[in-house]
């Protein structure tokens, strides 16, 4: 079964860290662009960042101004969040999604989320 | 960066049929994707190059695009059709957006 699953979630006090990952099974992780999405708490889908197979290409949502990095180890099959300089306005669902490998771009797998609360 | 507008809200009686808008100037030069999101759910790819059905998504959903916008159609719309749609796209530098959502209410 093709599947990701998120972890690494949690409460963190503004200006903290905290590090996601995602594990991925059921399909060759290695050969598939992987996403981040998040979602505040009654609001809609906001992409975070993109890297590609082979780590060449990362990109970033604009809003994030370098407090996020995207990294991936394809002999883990596993994909990464960190998350640094922590705002309350980080709080969300966070997703993991793949590429499809039909469609770049279009997100065809998704986690289940982990949720973040960045509160004092 | 650029924006995808959806209307924020939507309603439907059972069989008939609901067109949710997607407009925004990448569009005219990048494909659309769509999502179902329903309530405590991850979202779900029901569209991809704005009208392509992935495997398993039933033939009543549909979208088509022209010019800056584009629609996704729910044809003999069910009562588990009720959720939040969205519209994606990405431009040139693949930066990725997703539009508001619209919240489908099936009445």
């Known amino acids: 079964e093709v599947q990701l699953v998120e972890s690494g979630g949690g409460l963190v006090k503004p200006g903290g860290s905290l590090r996601l990952s995602c594990a991925a099974s059921?399909?060759?992780?290695?050969?598939?662009?992987m996403n981040w999405v998040r979602q505040a708490p009654g609001k809609g889908l906001e992409w975070v960042s993109s890297?590609?197979?082979?780590?060449?290409?990362?990109y970033y949502a604009d809003s994030l101004k370098g407090r996020f990095t995207i990294s991936r180890d394809n002999a883990r099959n596993s994909l990464f969040l960190q998350m640094n300089s922590l705002r309350v306005e980080d709080t969300a669902v966070y997703y993991c999604?793949?590429?499809?490998?039909?469609?770049?771009?279009?997100?065809?797998?998704w986690g289940q989320g982990t949720m973040v609360t960045v509160s004092s | 960066s650029y924006e995808l507008t959806q209307p924020p809200s939507a309603s439907v009686s059972p069989g008939q049929t609901a067109t949710i808008t997607c407009s925004g100037d990448a569009l005219a030069n990048q494909y659309a994707y769509w999502y179902q999101q329903k309530a405590g759910q991850a979202p779900v790819l029901i569209i991809f190059?704005?009208?392509e059905r992935p495997s398993g998504i039933p033939e009543r959903f549909s979208g088509s695009n022209s010019g800056t916008t584009v629609t996704l159609t729910i044809s003999g719309v069910q009562a588990e059709d009720e959720a939040d749609y969205y519209c994606q796209s990405a431009d040139s530098s693949n930066t990725v957006v997703f539009g508001g959502g619209t919240k489908l209410t099936v009445l």
């Open positions: 190059k704005n009208r």
């Open positions: 059921g399909f060759t992780f290695s050969t598939h662009s």
């Open positions: 890297i590609n197979s082979g780590s060449y290409f990362i």
């Open positions: 999604a793949r590429d499809s490998p039909v469609a770049p771009n279009a997100f065809d797998i």
